[in-house]
C-alpha cells in the first residue's frame, strides 16, 4: 500500500510504497524518507563482497553491503556489540580497501536463523 509523504525540501506531496528508504522527491530530487533526509555524503552502490573482519580479540567473517567513497554498509552473522566510536581495521582486497574506518552506527537484526548484526563504518 502506497503512503503520502511530504517533502522536507520543497513540501509538496508524493506517494510511495517503501516509506523507510531514502528515495528521490518526484518534484525536486531531495533524498529522504519517513526518518527525514538523507544526511550521507556520497551516494552508496550496493556491493556484496566477503571478507574477514578483524575485531580485535577475533576474526569474523563479514561481507560489505553498500559502499561509498567515504563509507562501508557491513553484515556479521550473529549478535556482536561493538561499539559506536571503535576503530576497526577494514581489509578488502575485492575493492582496494585497506584502511582504518570507524563505527559510525551499529544495528542487531533478528534473523529466521539467529541474529545479524550491521555497522556503518566510515573511512578514515
Request: proline letters at 6%; one cysteine or more; glycine letters at 8%.
Amino acid at each position: 500500500m502506497a503512503e503520502q509523504i511530504i517533502c522536507p525540501q520543497c513540501k509538496k506531496e508524493s506517494f510511495t510504497a517503501a516509506p523507510y528508504a531514502y528515495l528521490p522527491c518526484p518534484h525536486c530530487g531531495q533524498f529522504f524518507s519517513i526518518h527525514g533526509v538523507d544526511k550521507r555524503q556520497h551516494p552508496r552502490v550496493h556491493r556484496e563482497v566477503t571478507f574477514s573482519l578483524n575485531l580485535g580479540n577475533e576474526t569474523t567473517p563479514a561481507k560489505t553491503i553498500d559502499i561509498s567513497r567515504s563509507g562501508i554498509g557491513v553484515s556479521l552473522e550473529g549478535p556482536y556489540n561493538i561499539a559506536v566510536g571503535k576503530i576497526l581495521n577494514i581489509y578488502v582486497p575485492e575493492l582496494g580497501i585497506d584502511s582504518r574506518a570507524e563505527v559510525m552506527w551499529r544495528k542487531t537484526l533478528k534473523t529466521d536463523v539467529g541474529a545479524e548484526t550491521r555497522l556503518g563504518v566510515k573511512i578514515l
